[in-house]
């Protein structure tokens, strides 16, 4: 079979083969699990929260152009930002939960507040780099298993 090229391919070629590569697959899934994790003191929640609020900044079309080394460490990077309550609808924890998890964050320095809107941090981007490596090698497997399926 020849290289998939929309989703749709990939979801109809990996799902047909679900069971031969789940291992290969879901394997990475929790190292990323397990090292986001670790990198907040044990706390998935906590986790999940840092993943939603870098999607602002990574999204942001000025992110993948920043110079880190003219940033503050408390500086927020570019992004659209978001706030508690977006944070809970998005994520399904509780709002009160995310409060308290946000304001740990925050005291961490891994994430800064102006008024209502939270952004992701210089200190918080370096804090996380652990999580980053396991993204890339979660992706470098899937397409290394996703190859070997043609």
Known sequence: MATPRST???VELIGG??????YDLVGPVARLLTVAREACDGDLDKALLMMVITLCSSGHPDFKDIDFRDLAPDTGLPGAGTN???LAESTGIP???VRRKVRDLIEAGWVV????TLRYSLQGYH???PVRDAIIRMYARGIQVVGALD
């Open 95 to 97: 709002k009160e939960t």
């Open 127 to 129: 804090a996380v780099q």
């Open 113 to 116: 507040r102006n008024g209502q």
């Open 84 to 86: 508690v309550r977006s």
């Open 17 to 22: 083969r679900s069971r031969a590569v789940a």
């Open 8 to 10: 749709l391919e990939f």
